[in-house]
């Protein structure tokens, strides 16, 4: 069974980029599936980022407009995740997530999450 | 984009309550909606895709209907461990936006 582990600071400061990585064990990333990332404010909902299939094909949430970037590296089966000029409005538990197939884009496998602050 | 619009936010019901929670779309996304259940404190879980399909392990007591923009999670007899935050998700197109929550106490 596929597993997922985000990692990366704790903290970030304001205007700076955050950067998270999402190692998958148990299975390649290269498999027929999208890789995700959906983020939740303290309190809030769930918040839909991005996703991206190994060949590197990327779909964005336009609410990120162009401070987003999600990348795979096939060689360490790792997603990652870049978000540049980060606000306090951007802390929040980041979660990656495993879509079921390459046509069905539902979320059939997180990670635990990893909390991130943004704050000086 | 595609907009997604849960209700109620919240709800109480008694044990062996028939809960209903709706979510509507702001178009038509035929089946592609799934459900998932947040406890406090944990990671979200898929409970139904495809609108209907009840994901492996799920219990029976949970069910998804509809299609098109409207669409039903129930629980036919509320029991104290699904105590959670639900939430729907369209996922035809991108953004595969999330509804806003629905928070269920006992």
């Known amino acids: 069974q596929v597993q997922l582990q985000e990692s990366g600071p704790g903290l970030v400061k304001p205007s700076r980029p955050l950067s998270l990585t999402c190692t998958v064990s148990?299975?390649?990333?290269?498999?027929?599936?999208?890789w995700n990332w959906v983020r939740q404010s303290p309190g809030k909902g769930l918040e839909w980022i991005g996703e991206?299939?190994?060949?590197?094909?990327?779909n964005y949430n336009p609410s990120f407009k162009s401070r987003v970037t999600i990348s795979v590296d096939k060689s360490k089966n790792e997603v990652s995740l870049k978000l540049n000029s980060v606000t306090a409005a951007d802390t929040a538990v980041y979660y990656c997530?495993?879509?079921?197939?390459?046509?069905?884009?539902?979320?059939?496998?997180w990670g635990q999450g990893t909390r991130v602050t943004v704050s000086s | 984009d595609i907009q997604m619009t849960q209700s109620p936010s919240s709800l109480s019901a008694s044990v062996g309550d028939r809960v209903t929670i709706t979510c509507r779309a702001s178009q038509g996304i035929t089946n592609y909606l799934a459900w998932y259940q947040q406890k406090p404190g944990t990671v979200p879980k898929l409970l139904i895709f495809a609108a209907s399909t009840l994901q492996s392990g799920v219990p029976s007591r949970f069910s998804g209907s509809g299609s098109g923009t409207d669409f039903t999670l129930t629980i036919s007899s509320l029991q104290p461990e699904d105590v959670a935050t639900y939430y729907c998700q369209n996922y035809l197109s991108a953004p595969r936006t999330f509804g806003h929550g629905t928070k269920v106490e006992i």
């Open positions: 991206i299939y190994h060949t590197g094909t990327t």
């Open positions: 997530a495993k879509s079921s197939g390459f046509l069905q884009w539902y979320l059939e496998s």
């Open positions: 148990g299975g390649s990333i290269s498999s027929s599936h999208w």
